[in-house]
């Protein structure tokens, strides 16, 4: 079946700009994360969704970051306001959530964002 | 918050021979240790994973073992090949049912050499 699927592949924009990163998880999912991957900070936790909770938005950096999940499938990641150091590739992962515990999170290919 | 360190940041290894990769966590209340394997221009993939009841997990060549009292985890890949190369990274989380936020390790760069 098909994976968690990302786009933008690439994005480069001017930095001052807003973006918007699309993720659509494996269906059936629930639960839906986004992390950050960058050359100084390594893999990190930006935020997730499970059902209808509340997100825990625990690990934006600022702000100028948000996301939405629609319907509890498609999410956006939009970055108002780019700052150069927001250049990263951005990852979207999604598990299915099996009684108490959830279980693997499956990652798409990532959306390289570049701001100049 | 939890926090992984992971050793060595790069490995080169001829073919044939085994991979080991360590990794430390520093939260006690961590019980889900999943490896994944990122090659270039892709998504990290799950190749192996471990949870806290267990000591050992192997999946043909590769296996991870993990020790509570010392919070410290590691994978082994035996016979290694060339398609192996690529950078592996550990992570950590508690599971729980509102989520699992998973905190990573600072990857391996794998190098197989033919």
């Known amino acids: 079946g098909a994976g968690v699927s990302q786009s933008p592949s690439n994005k480069v924009t001017e930095k001052g700009k807003d973006v918007e990163l699309r993720c659509d998880p494996i269906?059936?999912?629930?639960?839906l994360y986004w992390y950050r991957q960058s050359l100084g900070q390594g893999l990190e936790f930006l935020i997730y969704f499970q059902g209808n909770s509340a997100p825990d938005k625990s690990g934006l950096p600022s702000d100028r970051f948000s996301a939405e999940r629609t319907g509890g499938s498609v999410s956006t990641l939009t970055i108002q306001r780019t700052q150069q150091e927001d250049s990263a590739v951005y990852l979207c992962?999604?598990?299915?959530?099996?009684?108490?515990?959830?279980?693997?999170?499956?990652f798409g290919p990532g959306t390289r964002l570049t701001v100049l | 918050g939890e926090n992984v360190e992971q050793h060595p940041s790069t490995l080169s290894v001829q073919e044939g021979d085994s991979a080991v990769i360590k990794c430390t966590y520093s939260?006690?209340?961590?019980?889900?240790f999943p490896w994944y394997k990122q090659e270039l221009g892709k998504g990290p993939q799950l190749i192996i994973d471990i949870r806290s009841n267990v000591g050992e997990k192997k999946d043909q060549r590769i296996a991870v073992t993990l020790n509570k009292t010392a919070k410290h985890f590691s994978l082994h890949i035996t016979e290694t090949q060339p398609e192996d190369s690529a950078v592996y990274f550990c992570a950590a989380s508690r599971v729980k049912a509102a989520g699992n936020k998973l905190t990573f390790g600072g990857g391996t760069r794998v190098l197989v050499k033919p």
């Open positions: 992962a999604s598990s299915l959530v099996l009684g108490s515990s959830t279980d693997t999170q499956y």
């Open positions: 939260d006690s209340a961590s019980n889900y």
């Open positions: 269906s059936g999912h629930t639960a």
